[in-house]
């Protein structure tokens, strides 16, 4: 049941914040949830299911898409692209961790993987959203509003 909670509700709540990216968001956060979800579904679809050592197949998605948000962060020059790249990086991390140690099992791996892969991107997706609402609420609150007065 907790599995579940844990899978399903990432799911959830990745398609809800790229959902938001989409419709809120400027490029960068959309390009950023676009990216998110292709890894998102393309993972499940290429999965081979390896009972013992790395998944190759999804080890190549995981890098084509830290080599994407390692591009967005590089051309937004947004702080919260920095945090995408590198809690990406830290899923591809977890991929070798199983050629470090022999010790690391199945649950340390996929928990590692869907904590910063997974819940990592998708809470840096969101902290860029309500950075950028922040900013057009102090935007809107110091715009000069049109004069009243008449002339007579």
């Known amino acids: 049941m907790l599995h579940l909670i844990w899978a399903k509700g990432g799911t959830l709540l990745a398609i809800f914040v790229s959902l938001y990216a989409f419709w809120r968001g400027e490029v960068p956060e959309r390009v950023g949830a676009a990216v998110l979800l292709a890894g998102w579904f393309i993972t499940?679809?290429?999965q081979m299911h390896v009972t013992h050592g790395i998944d190759g197949?999804?080890?190549a998605v995981d890098w084509v898409v830290?080599?994407?948000f390692v591009t967005l962060s590089l051309w937004s020059r947004r702080p919260w692209?920095?945090?995408l790249a590198a809690f990406q990086l830290d899923a591809v991390a977890s991929h070798y961790a199983t050629l470090l140690s022999p010790d690391v099992g199945a649950y340390s791996y996929i928990t590692g993987i869907g904590l910063w892969g997974g819940f990592g991107?998708?809470?840096a997706l969101w902290g860029g959203l309500w950075g950028l609402e922040k900013r057009r609420k102090r935007e809107k609150a110091f715009q000069v509003l049109p004069s009243t007065s008449s002339t007579r």
Do not use: E, Q, R
């Open 44 to 46: 499940p679809m290429v």
């Open 81 to 83: 692209t920095i945090f």
């Open 57 to 59: 197949h999804i080890l």
């Open 66 to 68: 830290l080599i994407a």
């Open 121 to 123: 991107i998708v809470f």
